[in-house]
Structure formats: C-alpha cells, structure tokens
C-alpha cells in the first residue's frame, strides 16, 4: 500500500444548497419521538419516513431516471447520507436496497430485472435483505451450502441463511448460493435474486440482545425461483458479492452509528465543560473529523471508477472502534445511572448494547485486518 | 500531484538525504525557508500542499532536524510537525512491513503469522489516519489563504490525532522488529524517537482535547456537523 494522498472530494453541484434542501426537509419530515431511534439509525425501521424521503428524491439518487432514479452523482448521495445519519433520520427500511441491492441489479442485472426492481427501490418502498451468511458460512463466507439447482421450470433452492436483517420485511433478497454440483470454496457460486413471498421460504424472527428484531433465520424448503432470477453471470458470484461489500465497508455509516450520543453528550456539557469532559469531547471530535476525511476520500475513489479495498477496509476499521469506542468512554466519565431517563442516559444505554455488533456486521474486525494486511503485501 | 510538485519533491529527496548526514545547511542552501514565501517576495510561492509534501519527505529522511521551524511561521508549526509525523510514521510503517517480510522465525516470515499481520494492520490505520489528517488540514490552510485562525479546528483536530497515534505507532513497529528495532544502529529510532518527542512539540494531547473540546462545546452537539460540513464539502 502506497502511502495515502486525500482523493479529492468533488461532487458536482451546489452542494451547500443539497444540504439546506435536505435539512429543511427534514425539520419537516422527520419523527420527532422516540429519542433512541436516533442512534444507530440505519437500522431504524419506518417505512413512512422512506416513502416520503423516496418522493422527494432522496433515494435511489444514483439510478437512472428511466428506472425511476435520480440520475444523481455517487458524491451527491454520500452527502445526502451523511446528512440523514447525522441527523438520526430512521433510514434502516430503505438501506440496504439504496445502498447495495439497487446499485448491484443496475450493474450486473438483466433489463427485465432492473425494470421490475429498480423503480421501486427508488421510491423507498421496495426493501432488500442480504442472503450471505449461513450457520456454517459466518467469516468464511466461501463454506456457502444454500445450493440452487437449474432445472426446467428454473432453479430450485434449499439451504438455510442466517443473521438476515430485514428478511422480515424485506420483499427481494439477493442470495449467494452453489449452482454448480460438487463445486467447492468461492467457485460455482452465483447470485439469485429470490421474491421473499414464493412459496417455500420460511423467515424465522431472531431477537438480539437488545430485545429487537432486526435479523432472522431463513428457510429454503424446495424454494422454485424462475431462469431469470440469477443476476449476472453464473458462477461469478463470489467476484460480484466481493464487489458489493466494497460499497458496504466505506459510507458514512461506519463512523456516524454513535453520532446521536456525542451529539447528546455536547449538548448536556454546555458551553463551558468541565477540564473532562472538555478533553473527551476533543479526543472524539479529532477522530470524527479525520474519519470523516478518509471516508469522503474512499467514497470519491469509488465514484472515480477505482476498487479502494484497503481504504475501505481502513475506514471500517477505524470508524467502527470509533464507534463502539464512544459509549463506553462516555459511559466512563459521565456520572449517569444505567435506569436514568433523560436523553444521554437513554442513547447510552441503548448504544453500548447495540455496539458489540458494529465490527461483526459488515465484516469482522479479524477479517477486516486480514485484508488491510493483504493489503501491506503480508499475505 | 502536479508537475512542479513532483519536481519539488524530486528536489526534496535528494536534499532531505544529504541532510541526514551533513545537517540543516544544504535544506537552507536549497532555499526550503522560502518555500512559502510569495513570488513577488522573491520565494517559491509554495502552497501548504507543496509544504505537506515536502515536510512529509523531511519527517521520513531528516526527521532530527528543525524543517517545520525553517518553513513555517510560528502559528503554522504545529501543521508543520503533523506533516513530518504522518512521513515518519509512513517510515516506520515501511520498515516494519519490509523486516516482518524478511525475518525468518519458526521456519517462515515473520509477516506469515496472523497475529503479526493483525498488528501491522492496526498500525497502518493510523498511519493513513495521520496521512488523511495532514492531508485535509493542507486542503483547508489553502482554502483559507494559510489563516491559523482560520484552520483552528482542523490545526487541534489533526495534531490531536498525530499525537494520539504516536503510541500506537511506536509501540507496534517496535515490537515487530524484535531486538534489532532497539538497537542504536538499526534505523527505526530515526523515525521513533523523533515522533515521540513531536507528541509533546507545539502542544501534547491534553493541551489540544482542551483547546478543540471546548471549541466543540462552543458550537453545540448540531452545530459541530454544521461547522464540520461548512468548513469543507
Ligand atoms: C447486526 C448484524 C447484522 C447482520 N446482517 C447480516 C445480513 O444482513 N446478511 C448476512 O448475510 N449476514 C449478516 N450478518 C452476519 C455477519 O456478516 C457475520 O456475523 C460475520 O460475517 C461473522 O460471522 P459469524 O457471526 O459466523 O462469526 P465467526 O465467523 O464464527 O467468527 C467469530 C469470531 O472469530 C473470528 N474469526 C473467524 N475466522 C477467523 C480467522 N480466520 N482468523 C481470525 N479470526 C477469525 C471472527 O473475526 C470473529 O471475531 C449480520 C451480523 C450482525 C451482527
């Protein structure tokens, strides 16, 4: 890895005037209640918010307007995202159709498929869950079992995924699965994009340790999904899936989860903080300024047409221990009881409960520094 | 980088190098010191990006010597020092990669066992973080016509970042070379040394988690986003 230039953050447009827009849309449109729906609030679900923000264009900003889409530049959304997280906006229905599935169907689905998708995902109303994981498959996604065989009514699926978050409400998944008989590690994988509601599939809830249900077992009992359900290329879905998590690992969303919380904690400080407080609250605002620089560079690189691997693995890294990092060394300093009710001890609890989970989704820490250090040419 | 930028930095290799044995005199010969003096004052008319560069050069070649002092003014010298402390820990990162690849240990590369790879990786996140850092403190003092005042958030923001990863940087790449990383000899303490006294130099991390921390608390939970997106995209 070469040592590290800032790729220079350029969208194009009146940018300041995309921020007002969105910011007073948002003094608008957003739910006022429920103070911890504010945190980590990119798995917020609420399907009325992503309705109104896909009507007013801010979702699916880079696809193609004759998909329904915005027609938008890559760096337009980046603002528009970090705008809505660090606002707490409760975005978790529409994410990861915005995010990953959309951008992935535009380019490596068939036109049918983008027609039949696309405009939905646009106008925040269509969901999309990730079939990856599997009870055997977790850090060593190429043990995937899931198979789908090509028959003459099209491909038949069993296997089991699991830790699918949003299977639940989702309507589409895009699922790994074996395709080839016998076929071994990342070979003879492809991708199936799989109607939720085809007869078959069995989407089983399961609650996390902080009594929500985001994630579910899911259940493919002789499941038949029709020809045009593959996306892409068969057997190319290691390569396409690699793809995908590049646009997974960068966002903003891996430094903004706990923003809500330094939000509280600035504001429940005051003007004039103790020497503490005043000294954490410029350890975290350093990070978070620097994050926020690596993770613009790494978005611009990729809006560039380039493949920032590392970068991205770097602001993951870096942006979740940031993250996880802030409850507790808020929790450290500031005198808080775990049942008090105000707005800093509820995001605090909330948070430091919900963080154990940022360096596992999206990939693990362990897995994220293997491939910084392939990355180093260690490996 | 630009043409001019890449012939300067040419020129600040082969200065920097012969520095590092005959001293501070050839960096002023070549008239460094005037790097960010103005054309039409008779200097190069350099911008901060041409500064960071040359100062990262410096902090991997000629980190001992005064090269922020030379080219900055006193305001700017703690921006300086974050430039040669993203160069020197870009060099300990280097040394560290290039050793763990050819030190053999248990009948392989050091760089073949996992937990040293992990190490490596955790330093190299902060060395880009320094990287970024030094970086986007340069973009701003452009934008902003070399103004400290100006640049206050970004000068304690990125300084206060330096110093934070001045432990964890030293700490790994010696650690990774084994006895031979403490040994007078060996090159990793021209870069290591250096970074350790930078992290109390024009300010240690208390002075700047106090000076950025109440500029925070000054703008407001909201108002932090708000300057932080005011100030740059
Ligand atoms: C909140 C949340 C949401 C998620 N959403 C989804 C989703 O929508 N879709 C989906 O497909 N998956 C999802 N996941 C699953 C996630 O991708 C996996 O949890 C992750 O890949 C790790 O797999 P695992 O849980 O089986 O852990 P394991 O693979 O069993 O790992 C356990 C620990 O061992 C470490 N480890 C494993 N292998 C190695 C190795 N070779 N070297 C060093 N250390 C190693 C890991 O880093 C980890 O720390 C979600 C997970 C969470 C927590």
Same mark, same amino acid.
Request: glycine share 10%; net charge negative; with cysteine.
């Given at each position: 890895?070469?040592?590290?230039?800032?790729?220079?953050?350029?969208?194009?447009?009146?940018?300041?005037?995309?921020?007002?827009?969105?910011?007073?849309?948002?003094?608008?449109?957003?739910?006022?209640?429920?103070?911890?729906?504010?945190?980590?609030?990119? #798995?917020?679900?609420?399907?009325?918010?992503?309705?109104?923000?896909?009507?007013?264009?801010?979702?699916?900003?880079?696809?193609?307007?004759?998909?329904?889409? !915005?027609?938008?530049?890559?760096?337009?959304?980046?603002?528009?995202?970090?705008?809505?997280?660090?606002?707490?906006?409760?975005?978790?229905?529409?994410?990861?159709?915005?995010?990953?599935?959309?951008?992935?169907?535009?380019?490596?689905?068939?036109?049918?498929?983008?027609?039949?998708?696309?405009?939905?995902? #646009?106008?925040?109303?269509?969901?999309?869950?990730?079939?990856?994981?599997?009870?055997?498959?977790?850090?060593?996604?190429?043990?995937?079992?899931?198979?789908?065989?090509?028959?003459?009514?099209?491909?038949?699926?069993?296997?089991?995924?699991?830790?699918?978050?949003?299977?639940?409400?989702?309507?589409?998944?895009?699922?790994?699965?074996?395709?080839?008989?016998?076929?071994?590690?990342?070979?003879?994988?492809?991708?199936?994009?799989?109607?939720?509601?085809?007869?078959?599939?069995?989407?089983?809830?399961?609650?996390?340790?902080?009594?929500?249900?985001?994630?579910?077992?899911?259940?493919?009992?002789?499941?038949?999904?029709?020809?045009?359900?593959?996306?892409?290329?068969?057997?190319?879905?290691?390569?396409?899936?690699?793809?995908?998590?590049?646009?997974?690992?960068?966002?903003?969303?891996?430094?903004?989860?706990?923003?809500?919380?330094?939000?509280?904690?600035?504001?429940?400080?005051?003007?004039?903080?103790?020497?503490?407080?005043?000294?954490?609250? !410029?350890?975290?605002?350093?990070?978070?300024?620097?994050?926020?620089?690596?993770?613009?560079?790494?978005?611009?690189?990729?809006?560039?047409?380039?493949?920032?691997?590392?970068?991205?693995?770097?602001?993951?890294?870096? !942006?979740?221990?940031?993250?996880?990092?802030?409850?507790?060394?808020?929790?450290?300093?500031?005198?808080?009881?775990?049942?008090?009710?105000?707005?800093?001890?509820?995001?605090?609890?909330?948070?430091?409960?919900?963080?154990?989970?940022?360096?596992?989704?999206?990939?693990?820490?362990?897995?994220?520094?293997?491939?910084?250090?392939?990355?180093?040419?260690?490996? | 980088?630009?043409?001019?930028?890449?012939?300067?930095?040419?020129?600040?290799?082969?200065?920097?190098?012969?520095?590092?044995?005959?001293?501070?005199?050839?960096?002023?010969?070549?008239?460094?010191?005037?790097?960010?003096?103005?054309?039409?004052?008779?200097?190069?008319?350099?911008?901060?990006?041409?500064?960071?560069?040359?100062?990262?050069?410096?902090?991997?070649?000629?980190?001992?010597?005064?090269?922020?002092?030379?080219?900055?003014?006193?305001?700017?010298?703690?921006?300086?020092?974050?430039?040669?402390?993203?160069?020197?820990?870009?060099?300990?990162?280097?040394?560290?990669?290039?050793?763990?690849?050819?030190?053999?240990?248990?009948?392989?590369?050091?760089?073949?066992?996992?937990?040293?790879? =992990?190490?490596?990786?955790?330093?190299?996140?902060?060395?880009?973080?320094?990287?970024?850092?030094?970086?986007?403190?340069?973009?701003?003092?452009?934008?902003?016509?070399?103004?400290?005042?100006?640049?206050?958030?970004?000068?304690?923001?990125?300084?206060?970042?330096?110093?934070?990863?001045?432990?964890?940087?030293?700490?790994?790449?010696?650690?990774?070379?084994?006895?031979?990383?403490?040994?007078?000899?060996?090159?990793?303490?021209?870069?290591?040394?250096?970074?350790?006294?930078?992290?109390?130099?024009?300010?240690?991390?208390?002075?700047?988690? =106090?000076?950025?921390?109440? =500029?925070?608390?000054?703008?407001?939970?909201?108002?932090?986003?708000?300057?932080?997106?005011?100030?740059?995209?």
């Amino acid at each position: 890895m070469q040592g590290f230039a800032l790729y220079p953050f350029d969208p194009p447009g009146d940018i300041a005037a995309l921020r007002a827009d969105l910011r007073s849309w948002l003094a608008v449109n957003q739910p006022q209640g429920d103070v911890v729906a504010r945190a980590n609030c990119w #798995a917020s679900f609420d399907a009325d918010f992503s309705h109104a923000l896909g009507a007013a264009g801010y979702v699916g900003m880079t696809l193609p307007k004759r998909y329904g889409g !915005g027609d938008r530049h890559p760096l337009e959304r980046y603002v528009v995202i970090e705008e809505l997280l660090a606002a707490g906006a409760p975005v978790g229905a529409h994410w990861i159709a915005d995010r990953q599935t959309g951008p992935l169907i535009l380019r490596y689905g068939s036109e049918e498929q983008r027609q039949r998708y696309l405009p939905g995902i #646009a106008k925040g109303e269509l969901y999309a869950c990730i079939g990856l994981s599997e009870p055997g498959a977790g850090s060593d996604l190429a043990g995937v079992r899931t198979t789908a065989r090509e028959t003459a009514e099209g491909w038949r699926i069993n296997g089991q995924k699991i830790w699918t978050t949003g299977a639940h409400f989702s309507h589409i998944m895009l699922a790994l699965v074996r395709t080839e008989e016998g076929s071994e590690r990342n070979a003879g994988l492809s991708q199936l994009l799989i109607d939720l509601d085809t007869p078959g599939i069995a989407i089983l809830p399961i609650i996390d340790m902080a009594g929500h249900h985001d994630f579910n077992e899911v259940f493919f009992d002789d499941v038949l999904v029709p020809h045009g359900a593959l996306v892409g290329e068969r057997g190319q879905g290691w390569k396409q899936v690699t793809a995908e998590l590049g646009l997974e690992r960068s966002g903003p969303e891996r430094y903004l989860s706990s923003h809500a919380l330094f939000v509280a904690l600035i504001d429940a400080a005051g003007p004039e903080p103790a020497p503490a407080i005043a000294t954490l609250i !410029g350890e975290l605002a350093a990070e978070m300024w620097t994050l926020r620089q690596l993770s613009m560079s790494t978005a611009a690189k990729l809006a560039a047409g380039e493949d920032p691997m590392v970068e991205a693995s770097v602001v993951k890294e870096l !942006g979740n221990a940031f993250e996880q990092d802030m409850p507790r060394r808020v929790q450290a300093i500031v005198d808080c009881g775990w049942g008090d009710e105000d707005d800093l001890a509820k995001l605090l609890r909330a948070l430091l409960i919900a963080s154990p989970s940022f360096s596992l989704r999206g990939g693990t820490r362990e897995v994220i520094r293997g491939i910084i250090a392939r990355g180093l040419g260690l490996r | 980088m630009s043409a001019a930028r890449e012939m300067l930095c040419d020129t600040a290799r082969a200065v920097f190098a012969e520095a590092a044995t005959a001293g501070i005199a050839p960096v002023e010969e070549a008239g460094f010191s005037l790097l960010l003096v103005p054309e039409e004052q008779g200097g190069f008319g350099g911008d901060w990006g041409d500064a960071n560069a040359v100062l990262q050069i410096a902090g991997v070649l000629a980190p001992d010597l005064p090269v922020a002092e030379l080219i900055a003014v006193e305001a700017l010298q703690p921006a300086a020092t974050v430039s040669m402390m993203a160069g020197a820990m870009g060099q300990a990162l280097a040394l560290s990669i290039e050793h763990v690849n050819t030190r053999q240990q248990f009948g392989r590369p050091l760089g073949k066992f996992q937990a040293v790879q =992990q190490s490596l990786a955790v330093m190299a996140c902060e060395v880009r973080a320094v990287e970024a850092a030094a970086a986007a403190l340069a973009a701003r003092l452009d934008t902003v016509g070399l103004d400290a005042t100006a640049a206050d958030l970004e000068i304690a923001a990125a300084k206060l970042r330096a110093n934070r990863a001045v432990g964890v940087v030293t700490a790994i790449a010696h650690q990774v070379h084994g006895a031979i990383g403490f040994t007078e000899e060996y090159d990793l303490n021209r870069v290591t040394i250096p970074l350790m006294r930078w992290r109390t130099a024009h300010g240690n991390d208390a002075y700047w988690a =106090q000076r950025l921390g109440r =500029q925070v608390a000054g703008l407001g939970g909201r108002g932090l986003w708000e300057a932080m997106t005011a100030r740059g995209a």
